[in-house]
């Protein structure tokens, strides 16, 4: 089993950064590829960003291509997600997830485990 614990969210302004953390536990090293989902209210959760544990690759959604970069710290089994210029419509609970697949992207079910999620709220 893998435990996966998400840090960092808050209330931000449009426009300004915030940076998240998704510390992994367990059996880490069944881990193969890290991802951000986020889930709005009253809508369904959607993919935001994946990296491949390995060897750093990284997928995004066109949603927030240039604005959130992914990132990974193996030797803390740490995930990152930096989030700039942040807008309303980033406003989600926003969910840490670890695939022990390299080919898991967009899709929910090619994650294994799921943190409890961190909420984000951008004010406009």
């Known amino acids: 089993q893998v435990q996966l614990v998400e840090s960092g969210g808050g209330l931000v302004q449009a426009g300004g950064s915030l940076r998240l953390s998704c510390a992994a536990s367990?059996?880490?090293?069944?881990?193969?590829?890290m991802g951000w989902f986020r889930q709005a209210p009253g809508q369904e959760r959607e993919f935001v960003a994946r990296?491949?544990?390995?060897?750093?690759?990284?997928y995004y959604a066109d949603s927030v291509k240039g604005r959130f970069a992914i990132s990974r710290d193996n030797a803390e089994n740490t995930v990152y997600l930096q989030m700039n210029s942040l807008k309303s419509e980033d406003t989600a609970f926003y969910y840490c997830?670890?695939?022990?697949?390299?080919?898991?992207?967009?899709?929910?079910?090619?994650?294994?485990?799921w943190g409890q999620g961190t909420p984000v709220t951008v004010s406009s």
């Open positions: 367990g059996r880490t090293s069944s881990v193969a590829a």
């Open positions: 990296i491949i544990r390995s060897s750093g690759t990284t």
């Open positions: 997830a670890a695939s022990t697949t390299e080919y898991a992207r967009a899709e929910m079910i090619g994650y294994d485990y």
